[in-house]
């Protein structure tokens, strides 16, 4: 999973992208980078790390020009803790590109060995965004045949890359003296949208926030299968470049990934996060008689709207019960010392009259491998609480997620092949009320029913590409970047303190 942003304008726009990657670092935290053009030259600057600490002023003054991209980064493929795999990816024939991309190509290893054995194109990193500019700069290539480069070429390579690529792709991508390409895989399973400032400036980025906090005027989503070309001058044109396109954004974006104040696709995800605490009301009135719970706490941050909305429905006081350290940084490993991972205490602390002689529902936006739910039930318990019951907003996770959320293999899922009593059970809780499938879906849906439908696969275990088989996943399990000895877990959700704040 990551963020991205592109923009083209008529001043320096390396603060601005600056300034919009620290609207997206809650979809990245492990690296970041901004390429920007001055006539026909890219200026780059890359590194692992959060925003903040990977650029300095430094860094700033060698990012000259009127447009640029810029991303942050999980690693969901590949090797986690290369500097080399932090994006932008760079490739100087044809004309020279540039290329950020969010989501994760399911056939990128076939890719790889076509693109070596047919394009006499070098793959130099495990990445498969390296992959995609490498097909994109081929189709490029092909639909030129070496003269200039016009906007319908792009298109035409675009569409080339749609009958070649599989998976989940947002790309925005820089053409050396050219313009700005922006485009989204066929279903559309990961956001990208429009919008533009009044003094001209136009900006593609992965959430409306990017937009709105950067004083631009969302203009619309990108459409699932469509090219947005912005040439220098800030011409736009588009074009569908997908044979049958159909629009199945991701719903973990609704849930958990994306911000509460941005909208998606035409759906306010905070909204959706309402909805949801509302259809959880109902599950939990039929588990639990609302008589006896004494208080409703979200564990921070994202399962706060759902929390409040079941509470006011069950006529439940909400309080905060937990305070989140937002300075929680990495432990610092000396030699001779083994990891020292950081407990739910280090990055949660315990409101404790809150929990003394109560019984509480805690409730929490998701529960993907269970051990942070494990030990927040067992602080609710020392802080005195006489029972504690959770709710997940979300269904169980029961299935991996291979259209680029960094999530968990099947063995590492609590829910997976195991009943709602066994994971109770491991969970330590009085009870567990998870949201049902059709009723999460039609929560979010109902603020956009005109709707194809979700990618919710690691809900109900249904991959709307259609093409991924038992092998498949298990092969990009084995792909899945692993947390070196001295490194913590980064995966968002590994971690309790990379909620949204």
């Keep these: 999973m990551c963020g991205i942003v592109g923009v083209i304008s008529n ?32 200026f780059m600057h890359k590194a692992k790390g959060m925003v903040k600490d990977v650029f300095r002023t430094r860094n700033m003054r060698a990012l000259p020009g009127n447009c640029g991209l810029g991303q942050v980064r999980y690693p969901t493929a590949g090797n986690a ?15 020279g590109i540039v290329l950020v991309h969010n989501g994760n190509l399911t056939n990128a290893q076939a890719l790889r060995l076509e693109l070596f054995t047919t394009d006499h194109r070098h793959i130099n990193t495990e990445s498969d965004s390296e992959v995609l500019l490498n097909v994109l700069a081929d189709e490029i290539d092909k639909a030129t045949r070496g003269k200039a480069l016009d906007v319908q070429d792009v298109f035409a390579a675009v569409a080339a890359v749609h009958r070649r690529i599989r998976g989940s792709y947002a790309v925005i991508a820089l053409i050396a003296g050219h313009g700005l390409l922006a485009f989204r895989d066929p279903y559309g399973i990961r956001p990208l949208c429009l919008g533009r400032n009044t003094d001209g400036t136009i900006m593609v980025a992965s959430e409306s926030v990017v937009l709105e ?22 011409n736009i044109s588009t074009q ?8 199945y954004p991701c719903i973990f974006e609704f849930v958990y990934l994306a911000r509460p104040d941005s909208v998606l ?38 399962s706060r709207p759902s929390a409040m909305q079941l509470a006011q429905l069950l006529g439940l006081p909400y309080r905060e019960g937990f305070v989140k350290n937002r300075y929680v940084g990495r432990t610092f490993i000396m030699p001779g010392q083994g990891v020292r991972k950081k407990s739910v205490r280090q990055k949660l602390n315990v409101i404790g009259s809150e929990f003394k002689g109560r019984n509480v529902l805690l409730v929490d936006d998701s529960i993907v491998r ?35 959320i960094d999530m968990p293999t099947s063995s590492e899922l609590v829910a997976h092949d195991r009943t709602i009593d066994q994971i109770r059970d491991l969970i330590g809780c009085d009870a567990l009320i998870y949201q049902d499938v059709d009723a999460m879906k039609e929560a979010v849906r109902s603020l956009r ?9 690691c809900f109900d275990g249904v991959y709307v590409t259609g093409d991924i088989t038992l092998a498949d996943i298990e092969r990009m399990n084995d792909e899945r970047p692993n947390a070196q000895e001295d490194e913590e877990d980064t995966s968002r959700l590994a971690l309790p303190n990379a909620r949204h704040g």
Excluded at 81 to 95: D, G, I, K, M, T
Excluded at 240 to 247: E, G, S, V
Excluded at 395 to 402: D, E, H, K, L
């Design 11 to 42: 001043a320096p726009v390396n603060q601005l992208i600056y300034d919009s990657l620290l609207l997206l670092q809650h979809r990245g935290q492990d690296a970041a980078g901004i390429v920007t053009q001055q006539e026909r030259k890219f």
């Design 81 to 95: 803790f290369s500097e080399e795999e932090a994006q932008p990816f760079y490739v100087n024939a044809p004309f």
């Design 213 to 234: 906090g950067s004083s631009h005027v969302l203009d619309r989503d990108i459409a699932p299968g469509e090219a947005v070309f912005i040439d220098l001058e800030g």
């Design 240 to 247: 569908q470049c997908a044979q049958n396109p159909h629009l």
């Design 265 to 302: 696709d035409g759906i306010s995800v905070y909204q959706a996060r309402l909805n949801l605490g509302e259809t959880l009301a109902k599950r939990v009135v039929s588990a639990v008689p609302p008589s006896q719970i004494d208080v409703v706490i979200p564990i921070p941050e994202s």
């Design 370 to 404: 269970g051990t942070t739910s494990r030990e927040i039930v067992q602080m609710a318990r020392e802080a005195g609480a006489n029972k504690v019951y959770m709710a997940s907003a979300a269904p169980p996770v029961r299935y991996p997620n291979v259209y680029g």
């Design 449 to 457: 029913p005109d709707l194809d439908g979700f990618d919710a696969s």
